[in-house]
C-alpha cells in the first residue's frame, strides 16, 4: 500500500480548519468569558494561518496584508473585551456570561 505525501498547503490549510474548530467548539461550549475571548482569538489565528498559506501558495502578498489588519482588528477586540469583562466583575463578581444579561439594550 502507497502512503500519499501530503502538500505542505494541504497540511497548513489542515491545520488552519483544525485550529478554528477547536476555537469554535471553545466558543460554544464555554460560559467563562475570558476563555470565550481566548477562544476567538485561536479562531483568528487561524483565518490568519489560513491567509498567509493561500498568500504563500499564490506567491502575492495580499494575505499577508490580510493579517495585518486582522491583527489590528484583533487587538481592537481584546481592548474592549477586557474593559466588558472588568465592568462584569466589578458588578457581578463572576466572569460568568449569564451575568451580562444586564448590558443587553
Known amino acids: 500500500m502507497r502512503r500519499r505525501k501530503v502538500d505542505k498547503y494541504q497540511f497548513l490549510i489542515g491545520l488552519a480548519v483544525a485550529t478554528f474548530a477547536a476555537g469554535l467548539l471553545g ?38 496584508a490580510m493579517t495585518f489588519f486582522v491583527y489590528v482588528a484583533a487587538s481592537c477586540e481584546v481592548a474592549l473585551a477586557m474593559a466588558i469583562v472588568v465592568l462584569l466583575v466589578k458588578r457581578r463578581g ?11 439594550g
Not at 475570558?34 to 479562531?43: N, S
Not at 463572576?94 to 443587553?104: N, Q, V
Open 27 to 64: 466558543v460554544v461550549i464555554r460560559r467563562n468569558l475570558l476563555v470565550v475571548v481566548m477562544c476567538l482569538e485561536i479562531m483568528l489565528n487561524a483565518v490568519v494561518l489560513a491567509f498567509v498559506t493561500f498568500a504563500a501558495r499564490a506567491q502575492t502578498l495580499d494575505g499577508v
Open 94 to 104: 463572576s466572569l460568568d456570561l449569564a451575568a451580562g444579561d444586564e448590558l443587553k
